[in-house]
């Protein structure tokens, strides 16, 4: 989503295939050997567009692209809006956990525990000195983690975790290169995409909460948000 709001703002015009819906994407997709989405494809080429400066290089656009907010910045940005999410979770009737979100196959229940499944597996990769891996990020919660509470709880350990990270990871250099599964990128972009990825999911969740009648305990402020490169839309058509 992100990067199709990009590219129409630049008017770059392109074509928006979901393959979770479309056989004919899904085979153009494993052509051109790609293994997960979102890519940027164009003459038989292609690249991952999970980081917006390495569909900038593959275009041959003018932009830079790089992260506006300081590694410390960034750090106490996420314990905030993690704080949030916290919130947020334990709020959901456990009675619509099982509701499937619009255009893919997630339930609500999966969508909470994605958002600290993006921080964990940011974390994980960290602590083992390895690439960041998408099965890592797309996990889905454990079978006995059936209630808000339980994944609120959960996020909260997760926070916790983050927060230990931290401490021990400020004077690090952030501009070295680590490896995800989307190619090469610095500690500080890694930990930028991490930070704007969960956040998109804790503005889903708000506006769940919101459509089942439930008034979010907490608020993703203009000050929490301002300098993270998020989509405009909180949901992707």
Known sequence: MRVKEYLSVRGIGFRSVNVLEDAAGREELAALGARSVPVVARDGRFVFAQMLQDVVEFLALPDDTGPTLSPAELASRFDAILAVAVRLSGQMPDRFLENQLPNRPRSWRVLLHHVFQIADSFLDCRAMDRPLR???????????????????????????????????????????????????????????????????????????????????????????LAGLPLPQKVWDE
């Open 134 to 224: 998408y099965e890592d990020l797309v996990a889905p919660p454990p079978e006995e983690m059936r209630s808000a509470a339980a994944i609120a709880v959960h996020g909260a350990a997760v926070r916790q975790r983050f927060a230990a990270w931290w401490a021990g990871a400020a004077a690090a250099d952030f501009g070295r290169r680590v490896e995800g599964y989307f190619g090469h990128t610095s500690l500080h972009e890694m930990l930028e995409r991490t930070v704007w990825h969960a956040t998109q999911h804790v503005r889903q969740v708000d506006t769940l909460l919101r459509q089942v009648g439930v008034a979010p305990a907490a608020a993703l402020t203009p000050a929490l």
